[in-house]
């Protein structure tokens, strides 16, 4: 597995990352994990080279925090563990963000709850250090605490050797950089896809021109640019994939349009010997500015086909063309 440094933290990061969303379960992702099959995935993970794991107290409630750490039992030394902070569901703290299963989730990024939060981290990953500790969403209106506040209270818990590194998540420009003035942050995590490329118009140049690690999400679109996402798939009620707002793409009329793109790409998977999911994940980690790239996985079947992606070297001139074959997708119809 190929490694990059992660930012100026000192510490080298798979290429490719575990992303840990889909093992925390609930309803925005249909059928819940198998938290036996997810601690296995994990650790093949590690076998593999993949050291970079990458959850949410938010991503079910604390539970893909807690596999992670059963899974890290005995082997957390070889796990770059990040985690983040700034979701909070357990009084009215904060600002209403979004309902998760039928519960209210609030954004903060208050000291005192950043301060009950890395315990409950650390408590559930079962270790005495996180090593890159992010900061989930930007706090927002009503109780928008100011960022210096935040990064103090964090730097705090990285001299006290409860954190490794800082980063952050889902910034603006200029909040990444009040945010890389008030702490020193390592890293920026962000929505990037061949399908989604908002962060090539600002994000991935600054965090380039500043030496930040990025790590990307949703690069293969909740699996619609695996092409495993047939015209014949319902959705559960609930799911991430019936939002409009959220992905577009997955509505019938895009994701034909999606899957006859993807099937044109067959010379390719045919010329490097993979899957479509490599082919993809190759592309996005070959993109300027992009140092990591996070794919989920509900097993280790799913993980060892992302995992090759690493490896995967395309030709210049296939990236280009991978480029304008995007591009002339144009921007995905919405429900009227």
């Known amino acids: 597995m190929n490694t990059k440094p992660l930012g100026p933290s000192g510490l080298n990061a798979s290429v490719i990352g575990?992303?840990?969303?889909?093992?925390?379960?609930?309803?925005?992702?249909?059928?819940?994990?198998?938290?036996?099959?997810?601690?296995?995935?994990?650790?093949?993970?590690?076998?593999?080279?993949?050291?970079?794991?990458?959850?949410?107290?938010?991503?079910g409630w604390g539970r893909s925090e807690t596999v992670v750490g059963q899974a890290l039992k005995g082997r957390r030394d070889k796990a770059i563990v990040a985690t983040k902070c700034g979701l909070w569901w357990e009084d009215d703290r904060g600002s209403f963000f979004a309902h998760f299963d039928g519960r209210p989730m609030n954004?903060?990024?208050?000291?005192?709850?950043?301060?009950?939060?890395?315990?409950?981290?650390?408590?559930?990953?079962?270790?005495?250090?996180?090593?890159?500790?992010?900061?989930?969403?930007?706090?927002?209106?009503?109780?928008?605490t100011p960022i210096a506040d935040t990064m103090a209270t964090l730097v705090k818990l990285r001299d006290q050797g409860k954190v490794r590194a800082l980063g952050v998540c889902n910034v603006s420009p200029d909040e990444l950089l009040e945010n890389l003035r008030c702490g020193g942050i390592v890293s920026d995590q962000f929505?990037?896809?061949?399908?989604?490329?908002?962060?090539?118009?600002?994000?991935?140049?600054?965090?380039?021109?500043?030496?930040?690690?990025?790590?990307?999400?949703?690069?293969?679109?909740?699996?619609l640019l695996t092409g495993k996402v047939g015209m014949d798939?319902?959705?559960?009620?609930?799911?991430?994939?019936?939002?409009?707002?959220?992905?577009?793409?997955?509505?019938?009329?895009?994701?034909?349009?999606?899957?006859?793109?993807?099937?044109?790409?067959?010379?390719?998977?045919?010329?490097?010997?993979?899957?479509?999911?490599q082919l993809v994940l190759a592309w996005t980690a070959a993109q300027p500015g992009v140092t990591h790239v996070l794919a989920g996985a509900r097993n280790a079947t799913q993980l060892r086909e992302n995992v090759r992606a690493a490896s995967l070297n395309l030709e210049p001139a296939d990236l280009a063309r991978m480029r304008r074959d995007v591009e002339a997708l144009g921007e995905p119809a919405h429900q009227s």
């Open 18 to 59: 575990l992303g840990a969303w889909v093992l925390g379960g609930g309803t925005v992702w249909g059928p819940n994990p198998d938290d036996s099959e997810s601690i296995r995935t994990i650790q093949e993970a590690l076998d593999l080279g993949v050291n970079l794991i990458d959850t949410a107290p938010a991503y």
């Open 233 to 277: 798939r319902v959705f559960n009620p609930g799911e991430f994939r019936t939002n409009d707002a959220w992905n577009p793409w997955f509505l019938p009329v895009n994701r034909r349009r999606i899957l006859d793109q993807l099937a044109a790409w067959q010379d390719l998977t045919d010329k490097y010997a993979c899957t479509l999911a």
């Open 191 to 223: 929505r990037y896809s061949m399908l989604c490329r908002g962060a090539e118009k600002d994000i991935l140049p600054l965090c380039a021109e500043k030496g930040l690690a990025t790590l990307t999400y949703m690069s293969l679109e909740q699996g």
């Open 107 to 144: 954004r903060s990024l208050r000291p005192d709850t950043l301060q009950l939060e890395i315990e409950q981290s650390l408590r559930r990953l079962g270790t005495d250090r996180i090593d890159l500790y992010q900061t989930h969403w930007p706090s927002a209106p009503p109780e928008a």
